[in-house]
């Protein structure tokens, strides 16, 4: 199993701003995900993000609009850059655990005024 | 396409109650599926999963069998009580890779 730390669990930004969101996992692990859940809609894929190399992206998402950082096995950043209101949603980290187990984080419920 | 349609919610049913949300799925040949809950104030915890044709995925007494035929996986549980209350998300693996494709979610409420 793996024990996933994200924060902030919440916040609420000015549009034109970035947040950086966190993801913290107990154990060593070579994928990790970045998902977004909207109101209404489905987890949708944004990122997929390894260590020592650049994160893959989904079609609809760019790297300037959500750079993500991972400096090493245990831990990566998603951040939402120059942000409107069509970026309020909830952010997700996961990682997939050996037997196509996704263990996710609590989730970054984020609203842009 | 590949894609997941689940049924909208929010389901409501009494303790005790049988409860099916039901689940179908487009793709590319036998993609493993698994079935999400969120339970309140929770992050997303794999429920049960299937991984070929006529498997069945079972735990804490929900069940979903992989039919090929009707390209379902639809999700059950005999008896529900209040703590099943959460929102329930259908997936299933995309071809040849790595990714999951998810449900829009269905909310289920039990009350006693």
């Known amino acids: 199993s793996a024990v996933i730390s994200q924060k902030p669990s919440r916040d609420i930004c000015q549009r034109g701003t970035s947040l950086t969101i966190q993801c913290q996992v107990d154990s060593q692990v070579t994928m990790m995900f970045w998902y977004r859940q909207q109101p209404g809609q489905s987890l949708t894929l944004i990122a997929t993000?390894?260590?020592?190399?650049?994160?893959?992206?989904e079609s609809g998402f760019v790297i300037d609009k959500f750079p993500i950082s991972r400096p090493n096995l245990t831990f990566s950043t998603l951040t939402v850059s120059n942000m409107s209101p069509e970026d309020s949603s909830i952010y997700l980290c996961?990682?997939?655990?050996?037997?196509?187990?996704?263990?996710f984080g609590s989730g970054t419920q984020l609203s842009v005024l | 396409g590949n894609s997941v349609t689940q049924m909208e919610g929010p389901v409501t049913l009494s303790e005790e109650a049988f409860l099916t949300i039901n689940c179908t799925y487009t793709a590319t040949g036998y993609p493993s599926l698994f079935w999400y809950v969120q339970y309140p104030g929770e992050g997303l915890q794999l429920l049960l999963k299937a991984t070929k044709a006529d498997d069945k995925g079972s735990n804490k007494g929900f069940e979903a069998t992989y039919r090929k035929e009707t390209t379902s996986f639809h999700l059950e549980k005999g008896s529900v009580q209040v703590s099943d209350s959460a929102v329930y998300f259908c997936?299933?693996?995309?071809?040849?890779?790595?990714?999951?494709?998810f449900g829009t979610g269905t909310r289920l409420q039990v009350f006693p």
């Open positions: 993000a390894n260590q020592g190399s650049e994160a893959t992206y």
């Open positions: 996961s990682v997939e655990a050996p037997g196509e187990k996704l263990f």
């Open positions: 997936a299933r693996r995309g071809f040849n890779t790595d990714k999951l494709i």
